[in-house]
């Protein structure tokens, strides 16, 4: 999904505060070429996971690097427990 999808979701989050988080690493979208230019393509993972952080930012008034290494986690151990039931 694109940077606009992304912010549709995401109450508050700014598209400047988006593209600070790509560029400082805290999430890794893939890059789409669409003729000259590279979009970035994000995935459902990377909607939960920001959409986790930004609530920790909010609610919290967390650090960035903080809230994205426990959104980082969270989604980790939703996904192990997803695996683990489907059995």
């Not at 694109?2 to 995401?10: N, P």
């Not at 979208?29 to 609530?55: H, M, Q």
């Amino acid at each position: 999904m694109e940077a606009g999808e992304i912010l549709k979701h995401v109450n508050g989050l700014t598209h400047d505060k988006l593209t600070y988080f790509v560029r400082s690493g805290y999430i890794n979208p893939v890059k789409v070429k669409r003729g000259t230019l590279f979009y970035n393509d994000f995935s459902e993972n990377d909607l939960e996971i920001i959409k986790t952080a930004w609530g920790y930012i909010r609610k919290y008034d967390m650090k960035t690097r903080s809230a994205f290494v426990r959104a980082r986690k969270k989604a980790e151990n939703s996904t192990q427990l997803d695996l683990f039931d489907s059995r």
